[in-house]
T-cell receptor
Framework: KAGVTQTPRYLIKTRGQQVTLSCSPI?????VSWYQQTPGQGLQFLFE???????NKGNFPGRFSGRQFSNSRSEMNVSTLELGDSALYLC????????????FGPGTRLLVL | QQQVKQSPQSLIVQKGGISIINCAYE??????FPWYQQFPGKGPALLIA?????SEKKEGRFTISFNKSAKQFSLHIMDSQPGDSATYFC??????????FGAGTILRVKS
């Protein structure tokens, strides 16, 4: 079974631009969660999508948004990029039922200049 | 109340020794406590996980000890190997599939 895939793996943007990151979950998984990882703040939950609906949201500004498609693939978008948005963005998938393991992708490394 | 506190920040252990990482939480609504291992350039990978109704779980060289009354849990790595050198994160699951992570422990096993 293929794991969680994320594209692109690396991205360089400038302040004020916007960016879209993509995540393909493990086949059959319906829940996709996004996390931001930085040296200063560690791993922080952004949001979770299940069956195309946002089920849970972390404490991030409205510039961070996401969506999920009918095939469970998910995208997250960050608008008006700030230097502090430089981070590793991780996507994790689960089957959606309770007590299930979250499987993480390799992440997208975003650098904002 | 959403925090998970992890210690130590870094740890150096001799090959064959025991590595111990500790975590503490406040929110009693957390219902699942996984440990993740992360190598540079990779995403976190699940190592072992426990539910609050169990006091200990062992998988190979990895053991989680869970103290519900103290709201603490720990990871023990027996017979630590150089290949175990990585960053370890404890986590706790809240509503839905939201994971709250500890700050991480950088483990170095000296050969």
């Amino acid at each position: 079974k293929a794991g969680v895939t994320q594209t692109p793996r690396y991205l360089i943007k400038t302040r004020g631009q916007q960016v879209t990151l993509s995540c393909s979950p493990i086949s059959g998984h319906r829940s996709v969660s996004w996390y931001q990882q930085t040296p200063g703040q560690g791993l922080q939950f952004l949001f979770e999508y299940f069956s195309e609906t946002q089920r849970n949201k972390g404490n991030f500004p409205g510039r961070f948004s996401g969506r999920q498609f009918s095939n469970s693939r998910s995208e997250m978008n960050v608008s008006t990029l700030e230097l502090g948005d430089s981070a590793l963005y991780l996507c994790a998938s689960t089957s959606g039922s309770s007590q299930e393991t979250q499987y993480f992708g390799p992440g997208t490394r975003l650098l904002v200049l | 109340q959403q925090q998970v506190k992890q210690s130590p920040q870094s740890l150096i252990v001799q090959k064959g020794g025991i590595s111990i990482i500790n975590c503490a939480y406040e929110n009693t609504a957390f219902d699942y406590f996984p440990w993740y291992q992360q190598f540079p350039g990779k995403g976190p990978a699940l190592l072992i996980a426990i539910r609050p109704d169990v006091s200990e779980k062992k998988e190979g060289r990895f053991t989680i000890s869970f103290n519900k009354s103290a709201k603490q849990f720990s990871l023990h790595i027996m017979d630590s190997q150089p290949g175990d050198s990585a960053t370890y994160f404890c986590a706790a699951r809240g509503y839905g599939n939201k994971l709250v992570f500890g700050a991480g422990t950088i483990l170095r096993v000296k050969s």
